[in-house]
């Protein structure tokens, strides 16, 4: 079965673990094209957010729509159309960036020879794809992860703080994949707690504290005093 989507919807989504509310009665959108930034102080729930939309957890209450089925109603044709970037880079420092690659490519029923050298060119490691990921920085296994994520061509990309340890060039690098992957029509939502980096990145900004939404609105000018205000009033 073949799945498409262009929006993602939480409806009245709260997830609980045991007595402790990660998120209470959350309801956002994102459309294609869209680069949401979801930003909170640690413990705010945005991890368990993403953790929701890639389906690897199911809300308590509510429901996630993409387009207008659930993720139950598309069961696993959905996880085809859904990339994800962790804090876990899923990558094996024992192999080359080419087999780690071609490894993840054969997973998802690609043919390795038509994806792995444009996935080793998109991340700038065209000259290091044959020498073994334990000697990679943590930049470049970024860059390789963020690949790896991307190969089968996902709808909605998610992205659990993108930009933990990157210089400004690999930084770069980054920032303007995921705009082109906007520019393509996919869906992003990138989870991170760096303001400086967001601002002039992002579209669409929600605001979380406490695992309840403060505010999901269009990306202006002046993202910290925003935040600021919101947060700090919380």
Known sequence: MSVDFASVQLIDVSRHFG??????????SAASGDIV???GPNG????????????????????????????????????????LLAHELHLYPELSARQNLAFFAALYGLDPRTTV?????????A???????????????????LERALLHQPRLVLFDEPFTGLDDRAVGIVSDRLRALAAGGAIVVLATHDLDL?????????????????????????????????????
């Not at 007595?19 to 956002?28: E, G, H, K, N, Q």
């Not at 890639?54 to 069961?75: F, H, I, K, M, N």
């Not at 290091?128 to 390789?144: E, H, K, N, T, Y």
């Not at 269009?218 to 919101?230: D, E, H, N, P």
């Open 117 to 125: 050298d444009a996935a080793l060119e998109a991340a700038g490691l």
């Open 127 to 145: 000259d290091r794809a044959d020498d073994a990921v334990s000697g990679f920085s943590r930049g470049m296994r970024q860059r390789l992860a």
């Open 198 to 234: 967001a601002d002039g990145l992002v579209t669409r900004v929600v605001l979380i504290r406490g695992g309840r939404l403060l505010s999901d609105e269009a990306a202006t000018s002046g993202l910290r005093a925003r935040y600021r205000a919101l947060i700090g009033a919380a």
């Open 19 to 28: 007595r402790r509310r990660a998120l209470s009665r959350v309801s956002l």
């Open 44 to 83: 705010a729930g945005k991890s368990t957010l993403i953790t929701i939309l890639a389906t690897l957890a199911a809300p308590t209450s509510g429901e996630v729509r993409y387009g207008d089925q659930t993720a139950a109603r598309l069961g696993a044709a959905l996880r085809v159309r859904i990339g």
């Open 37 to 39: 930034g979801l930003l």
